[in-house]
Nanobody, 122 residues
């Protein structure tokens, strides 16, 4: 049974930092592309960042230069370092794992976590 469990969300002031983690189990972690998506109230879920099996990284324009995605295959964990956060980063953040396809598309991902809330106060 595959499980993805996010942690690290919470309340942070604008301009601050937060580090999200997503621990995986039940899958051969190193073979999966990993992604972070987010969904703000009243909006559709959107792509944030992804990291391929080779370590290549991809970011949405809205977070490029502020967020960093990384992975630790030994610990089966993917991270999202969020710096210089803004009020518009407020959302539920989801991690996802997939075996291929367009990294920015939800359809490329087979497994999803339950999400962790990030709230940025201005």
């Amino acid at each position: 049974q595959v499980q993805l469990v996010e942690s690290g969300g919470g309340l942070v002031q604008a301009g601050g930092s937060l580090r999200l983690s997503c621990a995986a189990s039940g899958l051969t972690f190193r073979r999966y592309t990993l992604g972070w998506f987010r969904q703000a109230p009243g909006k559709e879920r959107e792509f944030v960042a992804a990291i391929s099996v080779s370590g290549s990284t991809y970011y949405s324009d809205s977070v490029k230069g502020r967020f960093t995605i990384s992975r630790d295959n030994a610990k089966k964990t993917v991270f999202l370092q969020m710096n210089s956060v803004k009020a518009e980063d407020t959302a539920v953040y989801y991690c996802a794992a997939g075996l291929g396809g367009s990294t920015g598309s939800e359809r490329a991902y087979d497994y999803w976590g339950q999400g962790t809330q990030v709230t940025v106060s201005s």
